[in-house]
């Protein structure tokens, strides 16, 4: 969403580049939430990971396994996005 905001790389790669950045990046995240929430019984997500490290550690089973996607998802999500944002043309 950065590139498709942002004055100078807009110009640079053009309005179909920025529709498809932008399709992408919508398309990912109503996959992963169709993956994440096609579960029965899901009950919903914390969007912090502080928060959901309590219950994490006090229950263990089910919440304990798959809590490494709250440390891990961030961290792999910047090196991506700093691989893509480094292919993009250098301008000026």
């Keep these: 969403m950065t590139v498709a905001f942002d004055g ?3 110009k640079e790669l053009g309005m179909p580049m920025i529709c498809a950045v932008i ?3 919508v ?3 109503v996959y992963v939430s169709i993956v994440a929430t096609g579960k029965p019984g899901y009950a919903g ?3 912090n990971p502080t928060r959901c ?3 994490a ?3 263990q089973g089910e919440l304990w396994h798959g809590h490494w996607v709250f440390w891990l998802g961030p961290f792999f999500g910047c090196i991506l996005y700093h691989g893509f944002s480094a292919t ?3 301008g000026g």
Excluded: C, D, V, W
Aim: aromatic share 0%; net charge positive.
């Design 23 to 25: 399709a992408a990046s």
């Design 88 to 90: 993009l043309p250098k």
């Design 27 to 29: 398309a990912i995240a």
């Design 45 to 47: 997500a914390g969007l």
């Design 8 to 10: 100078k790389r807009h």
């Design 53 to 55: 490290l309590g219950p």
């Design 57 to 59: 550690l006090l229950q």
